[in-house]
């Protein structure tokens, strides 16, 4: 076999991999009939003006939707409609608490079910650049930061023998998400990355489904979380020849 075959034949593998686990898990409302009930402008105001005691997103998700590592806060700006709309849920709900900044919660109860629809589908089809984090900056606040090279090796290939599978599996090529039930991870904030990580680690965060990421979670250790969350806070969308970028039809 030549080695463009093998090449070929392992990116298929890869591919199979990326699209079959999500698939598996998909089954559940359809997220395009839900999302067309959406009014964007609702979305939108919220965002930026709060409504009733909940206050403008854009304080601290900020007014462009990247997010922000001095506070904590994610990039909310292009990530998936479903996967935001059900974070919103379980911070209503209290299946996921926010130990950040203890405000989630509080919102996302300020909201109406119609008005947390409308918001995770005005932050969908935001399209921003893949900014991420500024590692310098992020330094600067004490934060420790990893080696690129060694996030990435864990992002494509995992480490099977410590088990930790490939981040690539579920959430696709660089963490561009797979839809519905994957997020992004590309472009995410670095401050978030990693607690998002750690929470799922001693498990202060539990809304996974199946558990999937307290599996991964438990077997990384902290560099492996600085690694991972140094790449992907800086990862490119997309690679060279492939106009493949994030903002997937199925959001
Ligand atoms: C006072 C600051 C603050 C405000 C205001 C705020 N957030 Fe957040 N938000 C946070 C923090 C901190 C986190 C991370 C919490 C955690 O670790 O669970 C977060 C997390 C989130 C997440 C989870 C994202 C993910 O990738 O899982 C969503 C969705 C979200 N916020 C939406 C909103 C929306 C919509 C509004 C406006 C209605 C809003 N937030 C207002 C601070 C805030
Ligand atoms: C078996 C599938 C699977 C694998 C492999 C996987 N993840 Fe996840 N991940 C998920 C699911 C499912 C969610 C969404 C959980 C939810 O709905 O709250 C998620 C969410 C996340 C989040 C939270 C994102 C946010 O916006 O809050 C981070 C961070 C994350 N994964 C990082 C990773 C990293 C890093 C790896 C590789 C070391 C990885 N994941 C491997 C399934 C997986």
């Known amino acids: 076999m030549s080695d463009k075959t093998i090449q070929g034949l392992r990116k298929m593998a890869l591919v199979a991999v990326a699209l079959a686990v999500p698939m598996a898990a998909s089954a559940g409302p359809e997220p395009g ?52 709309r059900k974070q919103l849920e379980d911070y209503a709900s209290d299946k996921r608490m926010d130990t950040t900044m203890f405000v989630m ?26 900014t991420g984090s500024d590692l310098k900056a992020v330094e600067e606040l004490g934060q420790p930061i990893g080696k690129r090279h060694l996030g990435k090796s864990l992002v494509i ?34 401050v978030y990355l990693v607690n998002q990580l750690k929470k799922w680690r001693d498990e202060s965060r539990t809304n996974d489904p199946g558990a999937q990421m307290r599996e991964v979670a438990k ?10 969350a140094t790449y992907l806070s800086t990862a490119p969308p ?9 903002y997937h039809p199925i959001p």
């Not at 109860?109 to 089809?125: C, M, N, P, W």
């Not at 490939?166 to 904030?189: D, F, K, T, V, W």
């Not at 997309?238 to 994030?246: C, F, K, Q």
């Open 33 to 84: 009939k839900v999302m067309k009930t959406a009014n964007i402008e609702n979305g939108k105001n919220i965002y930026f003006n709060g409504k009733g005691d909940v206050p403008a997103c854009a304080s601290c998700h900020g007014q462009d939707g990247l997010g922000d590592d001095a506070m904590g806060t994610p990039r909310l700006a292009g990530q998936g409609f479903t996967y935001v």
């Open 238 to 246: 997309s690679t060279i020849g492939n106009s493949y970028v994030p």
């Open 157 to 190: 290939y995992g480490a099977p023998e410590r088990g930790i599978t490939s981040c690539y599996a579920c959430h696709q090529y660089n963490g561009r998400g797979a839809y519905p039930i994957y997020p992004e991870l590309l472009g995410q904030r670095y």
């Open 219 to 228: 077997n990384m250790s902290d560099e492996d979380i600085y690694n991972v």
């Open 105 to 130: 919660n509080a919102n996302a109860k300020g909201l109406s079910e119609q008005d947390r629809i409308d918001v995770a589908a005005y932050l969908f089809q935001w399209k921003q650049p893949y």
